[in-house]
């Protein structure tokens, strides 16, 4: 494959990214590589570029490299093809994503497979020993890797990656007792809604709602190992980062993230555009625009 230079800027304008372009007129590459491992002709990117040591790249690579605006960086920039933006590291991955995006996948299920619903949209792919039960839809343009379980009334959107491992529709932990003070579980009337374009990583499990839904809305990214309880309600946007914990019936707004081991208790509401920080223990709810942190969990400063 080879790119011109004047193809990446054409787009990077249609696109409407701000940029600036120094370097060969009549440049091309035909790959990418990270800093780790630098390939002749290819396009990499530097996060902060001042605080980078440009004499451990060779000029005669021909890199193009995506960074930051810096005019006083130490080197000759003549020797070097960069673009220069506020955001290199979003620019970079959109410039891979046009160029370099991996075909188009078909639909596929695997013959291990147990598939008892025929509401599957189209470019589908299903994994090897997957279950998946009658009541789900699934939208177009989903994957679903290995060992996935689905087993309650559950819709997903479209263009969502669900990981291998991932279990669905789970029963909540939720007991109450009577006279014999014998825990009996409550019973579970609700399912799961997963918006679009959602990802939800390896081994999360996502229990489904008792009288109503557990939603996920569209574009939340789930990592691996996280568990989302019942009724829980996520908003748009939103980050659940590995060993994550959020308790039942629990509302997550647009646009937060949660870091990494955090554990949100039951029935608390994290407000949109907050933070909640690494290994954070959530007792009371927190507000919009806030970042919390600690155990038990306090503000500690207003997210700008």
Request: one cysteine or more; hydrophobic letters at 40%; glycine letters at 8%.
């Amino acid at each position: 494959m080879r790119i011109n230079i004047s193809e990446i800027l054409s787009f990077l304008g249609d696109a409407k990214f701000k940029y600036e372009y120094s370097g060969k007129a009549d440049f091309f590459i035909e790959g990418f590589c990270p800093l780790s491992e630098l390939k002749p002709k290819s396009i990499t990117w530097i996060k902060e570029i001042e605080s980078f040591d440009f004499s451990t790249i060779n000029a005669p690579l021909n890199l193009l490299i995506v960074t930051t605006h810096n005019p006083s960086v130490n080197c000759d920039v003549s020797e070097y093809n960069f673009i220069h933006t506020d955001n290199p590291k979003v620019v970079y991955f959109e410039i891979l994503r046009n160029f370099f995006a991996p075909p188009q996948k078909t639909s596929h299920v695997a013959s291990s497979a147990v598939i008892e619903t025929s509401n599957i949209g189209s470019n589908v792919s299903i994994g090897h020993n997957c279950y998946i039960c009658k009541d789900v839809t699934i939208g177009d343009n989903v994957t679903i890797k290995n060992n996935v379980v689905i087993e309650c009334p559950t819709k997903i959107g479209s263009d969502c990656n669900i990981e291998s491992g991932v279990i669905i529709g789970s029963s909540g932990y939720g007991y109450y007792t009577h006279n014999d003070k014998r825990p009996k579980q409550v019973p579970e009337y609700g399912g799961v809604i997963i918006g679009d374009r959602v990802s939800i990583g390896s081994n999360t499990c996502i229990a489904r709602g008792t009288l109503s839904d557990t939603i996920i809305e569209d574009d939340v990214k789930i990592d691996n190992l996280c568990h989302i309880a019942h009724n829980v309600f996520i908003g748009a946007r939103s980050y659940v980062i590995a060993l994550s914990m959020i308790a039942g019936s629990c509302v997550i707004g647009e646009d937060v993230h949660v870091a990494p081991g955090a554990l949100i208790m039951d029935q608390k509401t994290i407000g949109k555009n907050s933070i909640v920080g690494l290994g954070a223990v959530v007792t009371k709810s927190v507000d919009a625009n806030k970042v919390v942190a600690g155990v038990p969990a306090k503000v500690i400063r207003d997210k700008g």
